[in-house]
């Protein structure tokens, strides 16, 4: 038999991109009930099996799916995979806006609470390291690389000239068929440039790290390689 997991978040109006959602979720007739506080998720169902609440058994039933609504409005699919930050189990859920995860995940006595990650660490795949190279490839010479990024991606692709932003969903597409936000490598995109630049303010990472002064062709090429770099060898402590 099937429960349902249901759990609700209150609407803000403003909410920091980097900043965490607080979410407690209660254990009431087979379905987790609840609310976030400072989350733009609204409302989550997710297929259960089991009524009781412990750390195994939830691991154990993902990965989950379910739909989940954004901002009381609108409604799309999700799904809840397991994995690891740190050598420690974290669940993830995915929406086409992105992977988010579920921080500081606490479960007793039939509650659980967890921090909602608006900025995660994604598990990086081998897409990922396609899809990086195959930035670089769009952007492997200057007169190739638009400096002023609009985050309007139809006239880079028609100009075949194309700013950082342009250039990773450009690849993101050819190689996932889709475009998915905040996948693992832009994601690990934007935080190598929080890392290098620490001092900076950020409206959109991508497009402010394309467009300011300090951004040169040498230092593009030396994010994306950096980047490169550091997908190999997480992918290569996988194996």
Partial sequence: MKY?????????????????????LNLV?????????????TYFEIAMN????????????????GTVTINNKHEMEVRCE???RAGLPQILFKTR??????????IQSNRLTFKIDHDPDVPVTTKDLKIIRKATE?????????????????????????????????????????YNHRNAI??????????????KEWQHRLRDFNNMPETDFNVLMDLLNRVESQVIIELNQKK
């Fill in 4 to 24: 349902t997991l249901i759990f609700f978040t209150i609407c803000i109006s403003s909410i920091s991109l980097f900043g965490q959602g607080t979410c407690e």
């Fill in 97 to 106: 806006y992105g992977w988010f995860t579920m921080d500081s995940l606490i």
């Fill in 138 to 178: 769009l952007l492997k010479e200057e007169k190739l690389w638009h400096k002023n990024d609009d985050r309007d991606c139809e006239d880079d692709i028609e100009k075949s000239c194309y700013s950082l932003f342009c250039a990773l969903k450009s690849a993101s597409i050819e190689v996932e068929g889709e």
């Fill in 50 to 65: 089991d009524e009781v609440l412990d750390s195994t058994k939830l691991f154990n039933q993902l990965p989950l799916e």
């Fill in 29 to 41: 007739d087979g379905k987790l009930l609840g609310n976030c506080e400072n989350s733009y998720f």
């Fill in 82 to 84: 397991l994995t690891n």
């Fill in 186 to 199: 832009m994601q690990k995109i934007r935080h190598t440039i929080v890392q290098m630049y620490p001092n």
